[in-house]
Nanobody, 124 residues
Framework: QVQLVESGGGLVQAGGSLRLSCAAS????????MGWFRQAPGKEREFVAA????????SYADSVKARFTISRDNANNLVYLQMNSAKPEDTAIYYC?????????????????WGQGTQVTVSS
């Protein structure tokens, strides 16, 4: 497994932007598909975005498409989530996750490495 630590969460006004970062250590980072998930109070953890090992391919939940961008820096073992045009419904704990695979998955059960999460709050 790879160890993951998220940062960059906080409070942002609706319409604002925030960038989340995830630092990885341990096994070869470039062998992992990386994803971001989120969990709001009283709700299931849901898929937000994922990126292929090379960074060429990405996948997004419909609710964040065209607003959020996932990217990665394999040289420095980092993955990012740029959040633009934030909405109050984006409020949640955001988790970085890794899947040692060549396939991008939205299914959280496919990911075996998880960070502790970072809180994002969007005020209206």
């Amino acid at each position: 497994q790879v160890q993951l630590v998220e940062s960059g969460g906080g409070l942002v006004q609706a319409g604002g932007s925030l960038r989340l970062s995830c630092a990885a250590s341990g096994r070869t980072f470039s062998g992992y598909v990386m994803g971001w998930f989120r969990q709001a109070p009283g709700k299931e953890r849901e898929f937000v975005a994922a990126i292929s090992r090379s960074g060429i391919s990405t996948s997004y939940a419909d609710s964040v498409k065209a607003r959020f961008t996932i990217s990665r820096d394999n040289a420095n073992n980092l993955v990012y989530l740029q959040m633009n045009s934030a909405k109050p419904e984006d409020t949640a704990i955001y988790y970085c996750a890794g899947c040692y695979s060549g396939t991008i998955y939205a299914d959280r059960s496919k990911y075996d490495s998880w960070g502790q999460g970072t809180q994002v709050t969007v005020s209206s």
